[in-house]
């Protein structure tokens, strides 16, 4: 499951060097809402690898300029505290789950 956090829980989470899938979206974004549901369910087959969650870039604008984020949707990994890996855009299920297994 997906949760939705701002921009001070995700800090939170990340510094305590947990494992974190973080979908930065907006809810006028059209490849944003395709990849939604794709997180979401890749979430249940990796839910013991990472935390999945998500933050609205609209919402939460400074941490996305501090990560660099400019377009969206952009997937970030976070491990130990820090970027492991991220994918800018919409990708299908079985190529985001290639991600996954890569970076989880």
């Not at 604008?61 to 491990?79: E, R």
């Not at 492991?84 to 970076?103: I, T």
């Amino acid at each position: 499951m997906v949760k939705e956090l701002t921009g001070r829980e995700l800090d939170a989470l990340v510094s305590d060097g947990k494992t974190v899938v973080c979908d930065f979206w907006a809810s006028w974004c059209g490849p944003c809402r395709m990849l939604g549901p794709v997180i979401e369910k890749l979430s249940e087959e990796f839910g013991e690898k990472a935390e999945f969650v998500k933050v609205d870039v609209d919402q939460n604008g400074d941490l996305a300029a501090s990560l660099g984020i400019f377009s969206i949707p952009d997937v970030y990994i976070f491990a130990d505290g820090q970027v492991k890996d991220h994918n800018l855009g919409y990708l299908p299920e079985e190529q985001m789950r290639q991600f996954f297994v890569k970076n989880l």
